[in-house]
């Protein structure tokens, strides 16, 4: 999946952390869902820290400020696991 693939309307809406899985509600009406654990920081992030979000690249991703982390739509959809990095 290419950036050019998005629709407009993949992009963030809202997104919940519930039982150790990430929600992200997308305009389009689909919810993603994935294990926190596959992102170290935001899985050894605090509840506060992991509540402190917002959105960034115009609703294409999410970022954690206090975690140094983002997350993107397109990783997101495509069910690409991030580098361990």
Same mark, same amino acid.
């Given at each position: 999946?290419?950036?050019?693939?998005?629709?407009?309307k993949h $992009? +963030?809406?809202?997104?919940?952390? +519930?039982?150790? $899985?990430?929600?992200?509600?997308?305009?389009?009406?689909?919810? +993603?869902?994935?294990?926190?654990?596959?992102?170290? $920081?935001?899985?050894?992030?605090?509840?506060?820290?992991?509540?402190?979000?917002?959105?960034? $690249?115009?609703?294409?991703?999410?970022?954690?400020?206090?975690?140094?982390?983002?997350?993107?739509?397109? +990783?997101?959809?495509?069910?690409?696991?991030?580098?361990?990095?």
């Open positions: 999946m290419q950036p050019s693939d998005l629709d407009p $992009r +963030v809406k809202d997104m919940c952390i +519930v039982n150790e $899985r990430l929600y992200v509600d997308l305009e389009d009406g689909q919810t +993603v869902s994935v294990p926190v654990e596959i992102h170290p $920081r935001l899985a050894n992030g605090t509840d506060e820290q992991r509540a402190n979000w917002h959105l960034i $690249r115009s609703g294409w991703s999410i970022h954690w400020p206090d975690l140094d982390e983002d997350i993107d739509t397109l +990783v997101l959809l495509s069910g690409i696991r991030p580098s361990q990095s």
